[in-house]
């Protein structure tokens, strides 16, 4: 008793983040909501990744000057992208909260992402082909 059920929007304490697992998402700016990614569908997109942990920043199309293209929903992304852009509508600009299970996991990445690091991903689906 006295226990009340959170919002996940809330920043969670470190310790209690491993009790939530995968992919929250944000809207920023609406999107049409009316065309939605399904699996197959090649996207194009902006996006800049960060460390939930300190807000550093790791990878970012827009620093590139020209935004990514994948396949969704086939594993060519990470989990969290696969489920969390899916639920994103063309034009919508998100931010994505996703668990290092949903991530690069206990392994990392490429030495800008620790092990088990939870990650925050701001996301504009431009295309949907």
């Known amino acids: 008793h006295g226990h009340v059920l959170r919002s996940n929007k809330q920043r969670l304490r470190p310790e209690a983040a491993a009790t939530t697992m995968g992919v929250t998402k944000d809207i920023i700016t609406p999107g049409d909501g009316k065309n939605f990614p399904k699996a197959g569908d090649k996207l194009t997109m902006h996006y800049v990744g960060t460390l939930a942990s300190n807000g550093n920043k790791f990878d970012a199309s827009r620093d590139r000057g020209r935004p990514f293209s994948f396949t969704i929903g086939v594993g060519q992304v990470i989990k969290g992208w696969d489920e969390g852009v899916m639920k994103m509508s063309k034009g919508e600009k998100a931010a994505l909260h996703i668990t290092s ?27 949907i082909n």
């Open 101 to 127: 299970d949903y991530g690069y996991g206990a392994s990392g990445a490429g030495g800008v992402i620790p092990p088990n690091a939870d990650l925050d991903f701001e996301v504009e689906l431009l295309e």
